[in-house]
C-alpha cells in the first residue's frame, strides 16, 4: 500500500486547518509551554547566586550584609587573576589559602534555592549538574517508552496520563527534603513533564492538520516551547521563595485537566489500529464544528477499512522496525545523529561557549526571546527552500558558532552575539527536525520515531552538563567539541530525502521505499530518484486530497 486513498479522502474532508484543528492544536500546543517550562526550571529553582567564603567574626549569616569589597572581606579572600574575589577559598590564620567550610551568598535576585541550602558550588558543583542530567535522563527515558506505548495504546492515552503524573509530580517536587528523593521525582518528572504529553501532542498536530499547515504548527510547538522558557524567568523575578515557586511552575498542569473530555484521539492512528468506526466519528464531529456541511457515509468508510484489513498481512510496527530494513535503517541513524547534535549545541551555546552578564531572569527571558525570529523566517521560507537544506545550513552555521565562540574571551560583547546568532541558527534547525522526522517516518511508527529521535536529543542534553565539566582541562574543548558534531551531522543531512510536497508515508514498506536515491547530490547533480519509489512509480499519488474523486 503506497498511499491509502479511502483515509486520505476521510480526512481530506476535514479541509488544512478549520476551527476544529484550531481546537484541538490549541489543546495539544499546550504540552510545550509546560514542556519549556519544566526543561529550564532548575535555572531558578536551583539557581547557584554570586557566592564568597563565611568568614568568622565578620559575616553573621549565609546572607551578609558586609560590602563584599570592604577591607575586612579582600583580607580575607584572595583575589583571581581577572580581579575578582576567589568564590572557594579563603585565608586561614597562617594567611594560607584554603577551601571554604561555608558560604555567604549574593542575594541580589535570589533570596532560596536548592543550590543554596544543599551548597551546590566549588567542590559540590557537580551535584547540581547531576540533578540536570537526571532531569534529561528522565525526558530519555520517557521519549523512548512513552513514545513506542503511545504507537500501541493511543496518542491521547498516554498524553492525559502523562499531563495529570506532570501536575501531581510537580507540585509534589517543592516539598522534597532529601538530595536523592529529589532526585528521583526530578527523574519522574522529566519522564512525564517534558516528554509524554509534548512528544504526543506533537504527533497528534502532524497527523490531523493538513499538508500546507504542518509547517506552521509544527513551528509553533518550538516558539510555545520558547514561551514556557520566557515564562520561567517571568515567574522566577516575580517569587523569590524557591518552594513556592515550583508550586506554580507544577500548578501549570491544571491546564491539561480537561483534555480528557475535550482532547480527541488521532483518526489516522484509530484508522491503522482497525478502530475506522471511531475514526469516522471523530472527523464528522471535526465536520460539524467547521461547519462545512458535508456529509460522512460511516458505513461506507467502516466496509472499506475491513476489506482493505481483509487483503492486507496484520502486523504490529514497533521501534524495532526502524531498523530491520536498509533504507529506514539509514534514515533513521541519521535523523538520531540529528536530533543529538542539535541538542548539544542547542545546550553548549547557552552553558559553555559564552556568557551574558547582568539580570539573570531578563537573560533567560532573552534566551527564549531571541528563538522568535528563527521560527517566523523558517515559517515563512520552509514550504518554500525545503526541509533537507534548511536543516544543514542552519546546523552547519550552528556549530561554526559554537566553535568561533570557544576562542573569544566570554562575556564580551563580540562573544554575546556570537552567541546569540548561533542560538537563533540551532533554534531553527532544531525546529525544522521536528517536522522533517514526522514526515520521513511512516504512521504506524511514527511516535516511535519521534520518541527515538527525543531520546537521541535528550542524552545529549543529560551529557552536556558534564561535558562542560572538560573546561577544567582546556576552556575550548566544550564547546569546540559541540561544534564538530553540528558540523559532522550537518552535512549527513544531505543525504536524507527531501519530503516537501510530497504525502506521508503510512506503512514499513511505504518508510523503506520513500526517498531512494534522493539526495542533496544527487539533486545538485540532476539525477531524478530511484524509480522505486513508491512515491515516483505513480505520478496521481501527488495529487492535492481536495481533487481525489469517491468511487
Keep these: 500500500m503506497a498511499v491509502d486513498f479511502v483515509l486520505e479522502d476521510l480526512m481530506g474532508k476535514l479541509g488544512e486547518f478549520g476551527r476544529y484543528q484550531a481546537f484541538q492544536f490549541f489543546l495539544q500546543v499546550l504540552s510545550a509551554l509546560t514542556a519549556g517550562l519544566h526543561m529550564l526550571s532548575l535555572v531558578t529553582v536551583q539557581a547557584v547566586p554570586e557566592h564568597r567564603c563565611f568568614i568568622e567574626g565578620v559575616d553573621n549569616s549565609s546572607f551578609s550584609y558586609v560590602p563584599w569589597n570592604s577591607s575586612d572581606i579582600l583580607a580575607a579572600i584572595p583575589l583571581k587573576d581577572n580581579g575578582e574575589l576567589d568564590s572557594c577559598h579563603m585565608y586561614d590564620s597562617q594567611n594560607n589559602t584554603v577551601s571554604c567550610d561555608s558560604y555567604v551568598y549574593d542575594q541580589t535576585y535570589y533570596e532560596t534555592s536548592r543550590a543554596i541550602d544543599w551548597n551546590f558550588v566549588c567542590e559540590r558543583r557537580w551535584m547540581g549538574s547531576i540533578v540536570q542530567t537526571v532531569f534529561m535522563l528522565g525526558v530519555f527515558t520517557g521519549a523512548v517508552t512513552l513514545g513506542g506505548l503511545a504507537d500501541k495504546v493511543g496518542r491521547k492515552t498516554v498524553f492525559c496520563w502523562s499531563a495529570l503524573l506532570q501536575l501531581i509530580i510537580g507540585v509534589s517536587v517543592a516539598f522534597i527534603p532529601e538530595y536523592f528523593s529529589f532526585m528521583v521525582a526530578r527523574f519522574l518528572l522529566g519522564i512525564f513533564g517534558s516528554a509524554g504529553a509534548y512528544i504526543c501532542g506533537f504527533v497528534l498536530t502532524m497527523e490531523l492538520v493538513g499538508p500546507s499547515k504542518r509547517t506552521a504548527c509544527g513551528i509553533a510547538f518550538q516558539a510555545v516551547f520558547a514561551a514556557g522558557i520566557m515564562l520561567v524567568a517571568g515567574w522566577g523575578a516575580l517569587i523569590k521563595d524557591r518552594q513556592f515557586l515550583q508550586v506554580v511552575y507544577g500548578l501549570h498542569g491544571v491546564l491539561f485537566l480537561a483534555h480528557w473530555w475535550l482532547l480527541d484521539e488521532s483518526p489516522r492512528w484509530l484508522w491503522m489500529q482497525g478502530r475506522a468506526g471511531e475514526a469516522v466519528d471523530i472527523v464528522a464531529n471535526g465536520l460539524r464544528m467547521n461547519g462545512s456541511g458535508i456529509p460522512v457515509d460511516k458505513e461506507y468508510y467502516v466496509q472499506k477499512s475491513k476489506a482493505q484489513q481483509a487483503t492486507e498481512e496484520k502486523s504490529s510496527a514497533g521501534l524495532s522496525d526502524l531498523f530491520k530494513t536498509p533504507n529506514l535503517r539509514i534514515k533513521t541513524l541519521n535523523v538520531c545523529l540529528c536530533w543529538f547534535a542539535n541538542s548539544l549545541v542547542y545546550y553548549g551555546l547557552s552553558l559553555s561557549a559564552g556568557k551574558l552578564y547582568g539580570n539573570p531572569f531578563l537573560i533567560l527571558f532573552i534566551m527564549g526571546l531571541v528563538e522568535f525570529p528563527s521560527y517566523f523566517t523558517i515559517v515563512m521560507v520552509l514550504d518554500r527552500l525545503g526541509r533537507r537544506p534548511i536543516t544543514s545550513t542552519l546546523m552547519i552555521g550552528g556549530g561554526i558558532c559554537c566553535i568561533v565562540a570557544a576562542y573569544i574571551a566570554q562575556g564580551s560583547t563580540t562573544s554575546t552575539a556570537i552567541v546569540m546568532v548561533g542560538k537563533l541558527l540551532i533554534a531553527g534547525s532544531f525546529a525544522v527536525i521536528y517536522n522533517y522526522s514526522a514526515e ?72 523503506e521505499n520513500f526517498g531512494r536515491g534522493d539526495t542533496w547530490f544527487s539533486q545538485c547533480a540532476g539525477r531524478k530518484p530511484n524509480r522505486d519509489s513508491i512515491y515516483q512509480d505513480d505520478p496521481e499519488q501527488m495529487v492535492p486530497l481536495k481533487t481525489i474523486e469517491k468511487k
Excluded at 536529543?457 to 573546561?471: C, K, N, Q, V, Y
Excluded at 582541562?473 to 543525504?495: C, H, N, T
Design 440 to 511: 520521513l517516518f511512516p504512521t504506524v511508527v511514527r511516535n516511535s520515531a519521534m520518541g527515538l529521535g527525543s531520546m537521541c536529543a535528550r542524552l545529549s542534553g543529560a551529557l552536556t552538563p558534564l561535558i562542560t565539566l572538560l573546561d577544567s582541562f582546556d576552556p575550548k574543548i566544550p564547546a569546540v567539541l559541540f561544534g564538530v558534531i553540528a558540523l559532522i551531522s550537518g552535512v549527513w543531512v544531505m543525504f536524507l530525502p527531501e519530503t516537501m510536497n510530497k504525502p506521508m508515508p503510512e506503512s514499513i514498506e511505504d518508510g
